[in-house]
């Protein structure tokens, strides 16, 4: 890519032709095995938390006759207290989580850069108050935060807890977005579009977005990791109140019920510990993949 | 030393505003929880047959304010009594203050939290220097690997696993409370061994769920520096590697410094997890099962006690950083 068409994204078509974005995400995933791993991972728990529950009645029976009966063909992993399929109860439950976690990273996302590009573009007054309030979100413990406003803030639907956790979580990334665009003012291009009298919004979206929009596209999914690990661990320590079984209300039925001292409790609560690693795991594994394809000057190589 | 005076009154006067905040932030939310919890415990003691007069004494003690009253005049109130270490009264340990309660909480989630922090501490810096400076060799990749892989688990599924791992499958550590419960509380032998026994799991918790970041974080560090041109200076004059290496921890140490803050506060936060598994009676056990039990008061203190346990950690930790880098002492 030539300098000249970084400088002015979408003021002239290159003359080379350009790969899609769906031919450079596939070359740059099949590069390495580790990355196919971890995009299989993540496309296998997005699919069990789209079409999984649909496979399952609204209340998964239990069976007084069974309880934590070891894996089987008709339970793969075992059952529970009360006899319900570990593996009903994971599939189910994956909606929820996932689905309020990948709000959680959205909304994170969304608050850290605005948050992040306004301070670090405007400076002055707007930036002092935004990095007052920034340090203090990062000041306050965040999970004991988020106990105490579970007595005030219903987490019922998946968007209300995404919604929370995104407005305690944005901390981190709003600072290192404002880094960033620090940097990114004092270069010659934007002091160019400066100069050429383009407004503050053609700016900021056309010229400074672009260019950390890898670094925030990593960001939002680490956060997605950071979204799970909050909401199961509300969940665990059951201060909000459920209506349907999750991976966090397993973990707190599991822990509540003795799992610990009961071996033959292991797989009800290593189910969804694992689910989460995994996740976690795959997450990780495609991180490197993200930043080949969203970083220009990586893909040539 | 000149400017050390000055940022020291600077830094423990923000911390005392943002206390101020979060107590205000405390006082708006008792409001706001669904039932007006004041005004229901007024009405319940008044109906159980307590004189109103008596009734408003008792909620006054607990909340430090009164429903009727105008909020200018309760949150003054709220914020006058806080101002006097008085954080109201429990409703669930009736009669008992917060204060009490949470002054004997303390020294559970202080002490475990701190070690957990320097063993991570010194052990993350340890191996962030070896993973550095022998770059090149098998043993770096695995450490990478082995940190990378610990910095990925969750608090909550470390602290599960160790208690799951050594006290069922393996029981070598024991399970269950701070201290074996035949024991008398006191300055004996066999009670402080029997302390510090009890303490290996959940300070292990602690200290794994913070080590791999700082390993990471001190190898990247030490390689930055390690591109100095004092390190090539020292090696041309032929200093013993390991007075080098010194150099180079020393210097790459500074700016974890900043990333201690942050994680000070992770820490503490992660103590209500680690404290409702292994059952210590510390400020997130507190926290939880005040809002189990509703008793908000006990809720708002353990809360603004976790605060306040965070920012004066927090100016610690800066002190510290002054202390060893001189550069911004100047």
């Given at each position: 890519?030539s300098?000249?068409s970084?400088?002015?994204?979408?003021?002239?078509?290159?003359?080379?032709?350009?790969?899609?974005?769906?031919?450079?995400s596939?070359?740059?995933?099949?590069?390495?095995?580790?990355?196919?791993?971890?995009?299989?991972?993540?496309?296998?728990?997005?699919?069990?938390?789209?079409?999984?529950?649909?496979?399952?009645?609204?209340?998964?029976?239990?069976?007084?006759?069974?309880?934590?009966?070891?894996?089987?063909?008709?339970?793969?992993?075992?059952?529970?207290?009360?006899?319900?399929?570990?593996?009903?109860?994971?599939?189910?439950?994956?909606?929820?989580?996932?689905?309020?976690?990948?709000?959680?990273?959205?909304?994170?996302?969304?608050f850290?850069?605005?948050?992040?590009?306004?301070?670090?573009?405007?400076?002055?007054?707007?930036?002092?108050?935004?990095?007052?309030?920034?340090?203090?979100?990062?000041?306050?413990?965040?999970?004991?935060?988020?106990?105490?406003?579970?007595?005030?803030?219903?987490?019922?639907?998946?968007?209300?807890?995404?919604l929370?956790?995104?407005?305690?979580?944005?901390?981190?990334?709003?600072?290192?977005?404002?880094?960033?665009?620090?940097?990114?003012?004092?270069?010659?291009?934007?002091?160019?579009?400066?100069g050429?009298?383009?407004?503050?919004?053609?700016?900021?979206?056309?010229?400074?977005?672009?260019?950390?929009?890898?670094?925030?596209?990593?960001?939002?999914?680490?956060?997605?990791?950071?979204?799970?690990?909050?909401?199961?661990?509300?969940?665990?320590?059951?201060?909000?109140?459920?209506?349907?079984?999750?991976?966090?209300?397993?973990?707190?039925?599991?822990?509540?019920?003795?799992?610990?001292?009961?071996?033959?409790?292991?797989?009800?609560?290593?189910?969804?510990?694992?689910?989460?690693?995994?996740?976690?795991?795959?997450?990780?594994?495609?991180?490197?993949?993200?930043?080949?394809?969203?970083?220009?000057?990586?893909?040539?190589? | 030393?000149?400017?050390?005076?000055?940022?020291?009154?600077?830094?423990?006067?923000?911390?005392?505003v943002?206390?101020?905040?979060?107590?205000?932030?405390?006082?708006?939310?008792?409001?706001?929880?669904?039932?007006?919890?004041?005004?229901?415990?007024?009405?319940?003691?008044?109906?159980?047959?307590?004189?109103?007069?008596?009734?408003?004494?008792e909620?006054?003690?607990?909340?430090?304010?009164?429903?009727?009253?105008?909020?200018?005049?309760?949150?003054?109130?709220?914020?006058?009594?806080?101002?006097?270490?008085n954080?109201?009264?429990?409703?669930?340990?009736?009669?008992?203050?917060?204060?009490?309660?949470?002054?004997?909480?303390?020294?559970?989630?202080?002490?475990?939290?701190?070690?957990?922090?320097?063993?991570?501490?010194?052990?993350?810096?340890?191996?962030?220097?070896?993973?550095?400076?022998?770059?090149?060799?098998?043993?770096?990749?695995?450490?990478?690997?082995?940190?990378?892989?610990?910095?990925?688990?969750?608090?909550?599924?470390?602290?599960?696993?160790?208690?799951?791992?050594?006290?069922?499958?393996?029981?070598?550590?024991?399970?269950?409370?701070?201290?074996?419960?035949?024991?008398?509380?006191?300055?004996?032998?066999?009670?402080?061994?029997?302390?510090?026994?009890?303490?290996?799991?959940?300070?292990?918790?602690?200290?794994?769920?913070?080590?791999?970041?700082?390993?990471?974080?001190?190898?990247?560090?030490?390689?930055?520096?390690?591109?100095?041109?004092?390190?090539?200076?020292?090696?041309?004059?032929?200093?013993?590697?390991?007075?080098?290496?010194?150099?180079i921890?020393?210097?790459?140490?500074?700016?974890?410094f900043?990333?201690?803050?942050?994680?000070?506060?992770?820490?503490?936060?992660?103590?209500?997890?680690i404290?409702?598994?292994?059952?210590?009676?510390?400020?997130?056990?507190?926290?939880?099962t005040?809002?189990?039990?509703?008793?908000?008061?006990?809720?708002?203190?353990?809360?603004?006690i976790?605060?306040?346990?965070?920012?004066?950690?927090?100016?610690?930790?800066?002190?510290?950083?002054?202390?060893?880098?001189?550069?911004?002492?100047?």
């Amino acid at each position: 890519m030539s300098t000249a068409s970084a400088a002015f994204p979408g003021a002239a078509s290159p003359p080379h032709h350009r790969p899609s974005l769906l031919t450079i995400s596939w070359r740059a995933i099949t590069r390495k095995p580790s990355r196919v791993i971890g995009i299989t991972i993540i496309l296998f728990f997005t699919l069990m938390a789209i079409f999984g529950p649909t496979l399952y009645p609204k209340q998964l029976p239990i069976n007084p006759a069974e309880l934590y009966a070891p894996p089987s063909w008709a339970h793969p992993l075992g059952t529970d207290f009360e006899g319900t399929s570990v593996l009903a109860e994971i599939i189910t439950g994956s909606r929820y989580v996932l689905s309020a976690a990948a709000l959680a990273a959205v909304f994170t996302i969304g608050f850290g850069t605005l948050a992040g590009v306004v301070s670090g573009y405007f400076l002055g007054s707007t930036d002092q108050i935004i990095m007052r309030v920034t340090d203090f979100i990062l000041t306050i413990p965040g999970f004991p935060l988020l106990i105490v406003l579970s007595t005030v803030w219903s987490f019922g639907s998946p968007i209300a807890m995404g919604l929370v956790l995104g407005l305690t979580g944005w901390g981190g990334l709003a600072r290192a977005v404002r880094s960033q665009t620090l940097s990114l003012r004092e270069r010659g291009f934007i002091e160019a579009a400066r100069g050429l009298g383009l407004s503050n919004a053609h700016i900021i979206t056309r010229e400074i977005l672009p260019n950390i929009s890898p670094y925030i596209a990593m960001n939002l999914l680490l956060s997605v990791t950071g979204g799970i690990y909050a909401e199961v661990g509300l969940f665990f320590l059951g201060v909000i109140p459920f209506q349907a079984s999750n991976w966090g209300v397993m973990l707190n039925l599991a822990f509540g019920n003795g799992a610990l001292y009961t071996p033959q409790a292991l797989l009800y609560m290593l189910s969804p510990m694992a689910c989460i690693l995994l996740v976690t795991f795959g997450i990780v594994l495609t991180l490197d993949a993200f930043d080949e394809i969203l970083n220009p000057r990586l893909r040539e190589g | 030393m000149k400017g050390l005076l000055p940022r020291l009154i600077k830094r423990i006067l923000g911390g005392i505003v943002m206390i101020l905040v979060v107590a205000s932030f405390t006082f708006f939310l008792i409001h706001l929880i669904p039932g007006n919890p004041v005004e229901a415990k007024l009405m319940q003691l008044e109906t159980a047959g307590v004189t109103p007069l008596r009734a408003q004494i008792e909620v006054q003690a607990m909340y430090g304010f009164l429903p009727h009253q105008p909020l200018d005049i309760q949150y003054i109130h709220y914020i006058w009594q806080i101002l006097h270490l008085n954080l109201g009264q429990s409703i669930t340990y009736a009669g008992v203050s917060v204060t009490h309660l949470l002054l004997e909480a303390m020294p559970w989630t202080v002490i475990t939290v701190t070690s957990g922090i320097i063993v991570s501490f010194v052990v993350g810096i340890l191996t962030g220097v070896i993973i550095a400076v022998y770059r090149d060799r098998g043993i770096s990749n695995a450490l990478t690997l082995f940190s990378t892989f610990l910095h990925g688990i969750p608090q909550l599924i470390l602290a599960l696993l160790l208690a799951f791992l050594f006290t069922t499958i393996w029981p070598i550590f024991p399970f269950g409370s701070p201290y074996d419960a035949v024991l008398t509380p006191g300055f004996t032998l066999p009670f402080i061994g029997s302390l510090i026994w009890h303490a290996v799991l959940p300070v292990a918790a602690y200290a794994i769920s913070s080590y791999g970041g700082w390993a990471l974080t001190m190898k990247s560090s030490v390689i930055s520096v390690l591109g100095d041109d004092f390190i090539l200076a020292s090696e041309l004059r032929g200093l013993k590697p390991r007075i080098r290496i010194g150099y180079i921890a020393r210097n790459a140490i500074l700016p974890l410094f900043t990333t201690l803050t942050l994680s000070i506060g992770f820490m503490f936060g992660g103590s209500v997890f680690i404290e409702e598994i292994f059952d210590y009676r510390g400020l997130g056990y507190m926290l939880i099962t005040a809002v189990g039990n509703l008793d908000y008061p006990l809720m708002a203190g353990s809360f603004l006690i976790i605060t306040v346990a965070v920012i004066v950690a927090n100016i610690i930790a800066d002190f510290v950083y002054t202390a060893i880098d001189p550069r911004i002492r100047t």
